[in-house]
């Protein structure tokens, strides 16, 4: 560590020793510490403050933190983190080549990505658990990401802990389906086909820059990507994305392809058919809490208020009470048909919302003839109350977009059909079955 680097640890000590001691003296005795007795910075300062009879707990001493609560802004953070995966690289810094070493950290609450900015002073060992004090964060890309930097300290300590989302092969990530994807994941490997691509400028921090974002695919569901750095994809090709990390936005999760990600291009077919055929259990779409396209199973057990024949403002398609919009006043209204419906299917339920021509085939009746019957029965709920008797108990499998709000998840539904035929159809094949052994 050379003479500006410890400078900044100087005027520390100094601050803490006021009048006790002159900045010429304090800078010697740092020099031996670290040169001499090879102690850590840190232990060097404490020391050093005691001997000038000053009180080594008035340094400065950053914030204990844990994972979760890392903000991206930290200047000086301390944590108890397990040493998830040790990665050294050599970077270009100014013309001449330096060696860092990045990896994964966590703790009982997530894991972050980390960089060791001087490695000859701090070396991390897989598997250990350390005390990292004096570390900094930066966001990249909507996450924080810790820096170990010439203030850093590292201590090994016997401490054992359990990591939250730890990835649990050698390469450092964790294989995931695409509906497996929920908010803060880390170095996740998800494998499927880009089903759309398109190229995008964004201005950030004051520069314009071209993104690829998209649409990846698998037997699951789908999840939108940005590719962050400079790799190349194409529209169809089947890939393996190694090292991506998970933005939610209002609860649908976004995959992030930063510039550590990589892409390997699959054989065309190798991921098989890619038909979404996986039924989600309810609880697992609350967990992720979205969905860009996802299909579940359960019972209609309720069929909610503002259900039916409904009438919809001109100008900005809100629903109309009354006759009037919440934001343009009184309007004449757009006739509208929708279901909305809670589903449950024993591990949790969901609000879903079935827009004109799914109600339309769910109920038997098209629009135009539930404004007739309405009018002609003087029944402003009788469209709710039909769906309601033929609709409720009734087991459906539905597939759709879930995005969260306040009120929790909520799915657009953009395919239904009933599936109490197919349970009967298997409780033949079934009996069949079991009569071909009498
Ligand atoms: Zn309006």
């Not at 750095?229 to 089947?238: P, R, S, V, W």
Request: hydrophobic content about 35%; glycine content about 10%.
């Amino acid at each position: 560590m050379d003479k500006e680097e410890l400078a900044p640890h100087v005027e520390e000590v100094a601050r803490v020793l006021g009048e006790k001691a002159d900045k010429e003296a304090i800078e010697k005795e740092m020099e031996t510490y670290l040169t001499l007795y090879r102690v850590s910075l840190e232990t060097a300062k404490r020391s050093i403050v005691k001997n000038f009879g000053g009180d080594p707990n008035a340094l400065q001493k950053g914030t204990r933190k844990t994972v979760e609560t890392l903000t991206g802004t930290e200047q000086s953070v301390d944590l108890m983190v397990k040493v998830l995966t040790v990665n050294p690289k050599s970077i270009e810094v100014g013309g001449a080549s330096k060696n860092i070493v990045y990896g994964l950290l966590g703790d009982e609450t997530g894991t972050v990505p980390y960089t060791v900015w001087e490695t000859d002073r701090v070396q991390l060992k897989e598997g250990s658990t350390v005390l990292i004090r004096n570390a900094y964060t930066k966001e990249y890309n909507g996450s924080p990401q810790l820096n170990l930097g010439n203030r850093a300290t590292v201590e090994v300590t016997e401490e054992s802990l359990t990591v939250v989302g730890a990835p649990t092969n050698s390469v450092g990530s964790r294989e995931a389906k695409i509906s497996e994807l929920g908010e803060g994941m880390n170095y996740v490997i998800v494998s499927g086909k880009v089903v759309s691509l398109e190229e995008k400028e964004i201005t950030a921090s004051g520069e314009k820059k071209n993104i690829l974002t998209g649409v990846l695919t698998d037997d699951t569901g789908s999840v939108e990507f940005t590719v962050w750095g400079q790799t190349k994809l194409n529209k169809d090709d089947e890939v393996r994305i190694i090292g991506a990390y998970v933005k939610s936005w209002r609860g649908m999760p976004k995959l992030n392809l930063g510039d550590r990600a990589e892409v390997q291009v699959l054989d065309k077919g190798s991921l098989g058919d890619l038909t979404l055929t996986k039924v989600q259990t309810l609880e697992e779409i609350e967990r992720a809490g979205g969905a860009m396209d996802t299909l579940v199973r359960g019972t209609l057990v309720d069929v909610r208020e503002g259900s039916g024949l409904i009438m919809r403002c001109p100008d900005c398609r809100r629903v109309l009470q009354k006759s009037t919009c919440r934001v343009h006043g009184k309007v004449k209204g757009v006739d509208d048909l929708r279901i909305k419906a809670i589903l449950d299917d024993g591990t949790s339920s969901l609000n879903v919302i079935f827009a004109k021509e799914l109600t339309e085939q769910m109920i038997g009746v098209t629009m135009d003839e539930a404004i007739k019957l309405t009018t002609e029965e003087r029944n402003p709920d009788l469209i709710k109350e039909m769906a309601e008797e033929k609709l409720f108990a009734r087991s459906i499998e539905v597939r759709g977009m879930v995005r969260s709000d306040d009120y929790g998840p909520m799915m657009i539904a953009k395919d239904v059909h009933f599936v109490e035929q197919d349970v009967r159809e298997e409780g033949a094949k079934l009996l069949t079955e079991l009569e071909g052994f009498n």
